[in-house]
């Protein structure tokens, strides 16, 4: 992807995952629509390639949500970029629908998420990590006529070579981070859920043992299930902070607090409204599992107690207390909450911890320019309706979030549930403040 050098886009989108490849569809079909000058958007993707959660893709793993709530038909069921668009491209429309089933396996939507990357790849620039933005100088901006915009500084992670990105707005979507308790530390044998496939894929299966996988939500169970089939020979041991899974709620009156009215409601209630969303629907997405992963887990624990040959083991009410490593060996120690003293050690190959992600925090990329950033009485930062950080009145650029923000939407910040609907709000905002601005055309 090129840029000329004095071009000022529209909007710069820092990470090219799932929630801001949804917005350069709705930024593209909004240009299909209308008249006028188009909208310039550009996208800087760390990755060397397209992919999400790829080492989460285990056979048979299906989403959580239903095959139309993807990139863009709750904002646009007409979209060529839709699920369905994608079936029927890949020949497999009859056949997804003799399946009977509204959610898809992980590896299919991936690869739907692939198709609908293809058509924007002018548009994006993987291997490149956006490394700092800051306010354009005053006297840059009243030469060329463009008014305020922003720099954002671009570094090439195989060249090492850096350039700098000119833009009236951001969409930042840099993606969760993985979460490991306090005192752990990732290595060969000590892995996160997030980088779990690479790493099984080094191993050889006579070295794995005795595995142990810690965490009670969908990924933990997945995993646990995962090596239960892969090891045969293996003892497999899930590490559960609480006693046992606990079932999602997809039911759906509780499903309603992923639809778009929701953000609405959540957004713009009470302090009370707020505490009952998390207090009654976060059984819905934290720390819960399918129904029908439980209830395999529970049923091959069962069959082996009665065949005498037990090796799936499940430790309730018990944390990791400290991971002792002397070469290859890997030694857990494991703190009971039954009664608050009892510990054990025990000896694993390999240790997953399941333990889940930390939200998308902003304030690290934006540096000096936060200092317009307000904040609320939490130190979070404020945000609007249209999902752009309140700022200062002398800050007349956009800073749109694609994640981060669930103290002010909700619970589907950090979901798909939303994403076409909340890519459309964003892409709308920004034409809609550029009509407003009515900023000069760059010089070149």
């Keep these: 992807m090129g840029t000329r050098a004095h071009e000022i886009h529209d909007i710069v989108g820092i990470g090219f995952g799932p929630s801001n490849l949804s917005l350069a569809i709705a930024l593209e079909e909004h240009q299909a629509s209308a008249e006028g000058q188009p909208v310039s958007a550009v996208f800087f993707e760390r990755q060397e390639a397209f992919g999400w959660h790829r080492n989460m893709l285990l056979p048979q793993a299906t989403m959580q949500i239903s095959f139309l709530k993807d990139l863009a038909t709750f904002r646009n069921p007409h979209s060529r970029y839709s699920f369905v668009s994608y079936l029927h491209a890949s020949d497999r429309l009859v056949q997804f629908v003799n399946n009977q089933d509204f959610f898809p396996t992980r590896q299919e939507f991936h690869q739907y998420l692939e198709w609908a990357e293809a058509n924007f790849r002018d548009r994006v620039s993987y291997n490149s990590e956006v490394t700092g933005i800051r306010l354009s100088e005053g006297a840059d901006a009243a030469e060329s006529g463009a008014g305020q915009h922003l720099e954002i500084e671009v570094r090439d992670t195989v060249s090492g070579a850096t350039r700098v990105v000119r833009a009236r707005n951001v969409a930042v979507s840099t993606g969760l981070v993985p979460r490991m308790p306090d005192g752990m530390e990732r290595d060969e044998r000590v892995w996160h859920s997030s980088e779990f496939l690479d790493r099984y894929g080094r191993m050889k299966p006579e070295e794995l043992g005795h595995v142990a996988v810690v965490g009670a939500g969908q990924s933990a169970a997945e995993i646990t299930k995962f090596l239960h089939d892969m090891l045969p020979q293996a003892q497999v041991s899930a590490i559960l902070p609480s006693y046992g899974y606990s079932v999602a709620d997809d039911t759906p009156f509780a499903n309603q607090v992923f639809d778009p009215a929701a953000v609405d409601h959540y957004y713009f209630g009470s302090d009370t409204t707020r505490d009952a969303f998390w207090r009654y629907h976060k059984n819905t997405n934290y720390s819960v599992v399918d129904t029908d992963v439980i209830r395999e887990l529970f049923r091959r624990a069962y069959e082996e107690e009665v065949a005498g040959h037990k090796r799936l083991n499940f430790l309730n009410l018990t944390r990791v207390k400290e991971v002792k490593r002397s070469g290859n060996d890997t030694r857990v120690v494991l703190h009971s909450l039954l009664d608050g003293e009892g510990e054990q050690e025990v000896d694993v190959d390999a240790l997953v911890f399941a333990t889940g992600y930390s939200t998308m925090d902003a304030t690290g990329l934006l540096g000096d320019l936060d200092r317009f950033c307000r904040r609320d009485e939490q130190g979070k930062h404020r945000v609007e309706r249209d999902y752009r950080i309140v ?54």
Excluded: F, K, M, W
Excluded at 396 to 403: E, H, R, S
Excluded at 412 to 438: K, M, P
């Design 391 to 444: 700022t200062d009145p002398e800050l007349t650029c956009g800073i749109y979030l694609q994640g981060g923000t669930e103290h002010t939407h909700g619970l589907t910040s950090s979901l798909l549930s939303n994403i076409a609907v909340r890519s459309g709000e964003i892409a709308d905002s920004v034409v809609r403040r550029r009509a407003g601005a009515a900023p000069a055309p760059a010089a070149d």
